[in-house]
């Protein structure tokens, strides 16, 4: 059994993940087939549980000391820790060889360059979203956070947040060359034809948090699922369908 480790607790469904990065997992995981438990621990949870467990950090902190971070997971078929959301999926390519690959031979660098170019352009979101947090993290996430990050701060001016999306909505267009230069680039979203690869399933874990948060009727998610050229809502639509299997 594969056991993934995220934050919380929130109101969040426990088959998407409360953090972007481990939805990157759960989707995998979901897209692949296999398995899993998820077990919801606190930001100050994070150091203590990973190292309990064996499961690497993912970094280090300004003064060299090791930084642990979400996701890592746990499998136990293969009494196996292993941590930072790029390196599970190769991990789950590799021990589970029977299920669809998320990351083909040839194709890392490419996936690795496309995710750090998506997540480049996602600082001004933070703008818009943190205030929204309140609505469905618990007093003790929210807590944890505070401790960490510090307070919240206080929504923007509607003028402001119109700001905020028309620029998101300007940045994220300009994927639109990267999906043009890829002669496999099909009109299900998917950077690399008709199946996803792990960029797909990491874009995807960004963009959901706005289906998640504002909800599916929302003008913002109407605006968001317009993103380069309309793939953005339907990379998000295809994803989804890709439901948990039974424990």
């Known amino acids: 059994m594969i056991t993934v480790y995220d934050l919380g607790p929130s109101k969040i469904p426990e088959s998407l993940g409360a953090s972007p990065h481990v939805r990157k997992v759960i989707f995998t ?52 820790c292993v941590s930072d959301s790029f390196l599970i999926a190769r991990y789950l390519d590799e021990a589970y060889p029977d299920t669809p690959k998320v990351i083909p031979t040839g194709t890392e660098i490419l996936q690795a360059v496309f995710i750090d170019t998506v997540e480049k352009k996602l600082p001004p979101i933070s703008a818009v979203y943190l205030p929204k947090i309140i609505e469905f993290s618990s007093q ?91 793939r953005a809502g339907r990379l998000v639509e295809n994803v989804l369908r890709f439901e948990r299997a039974s424990v």
């Open 29 to 80: 995981l979901n897209y692949k087939k296999l398995p899993f438990m998820v077990t919801i621990i606190t930001m100050d949870d994070i150091e203590n549980t990973a190292k309990s467990i064996g499961a690497p950090p993912t970094s280090k902190k300004a003064d060299g000391s090791p930084k642990y971070t979400v996701p890592f997971i746990y499998d136990s078929c293969a009494a196996k």
């Open 140 to 230: 003790e996430a929210l807590e944890g956070r505070a401790k960490k990050y510090g307070p919240i701060p206080p929504p923007l001016s509607a003028e402001k947040q119109a700001e905020v999306w028309k620029k998101l909505k300007e940045d994220y267009d300009g994927l639109n060359d990267a999906y043009d230069m890829s002669a496999d680039s099909g009109a299900q979203g998917f950077l690399m034809g008709d199946n996803p690869v792990f960029a797909d399933l990491a874009f995807a874990a960004w963009i959901t948090m706005v289906k998640l948060t504002w909800g599916d009727d929302s003008v913002e998610w109407e605006g968001v699922s317009g993103w380069v050229r309309g």
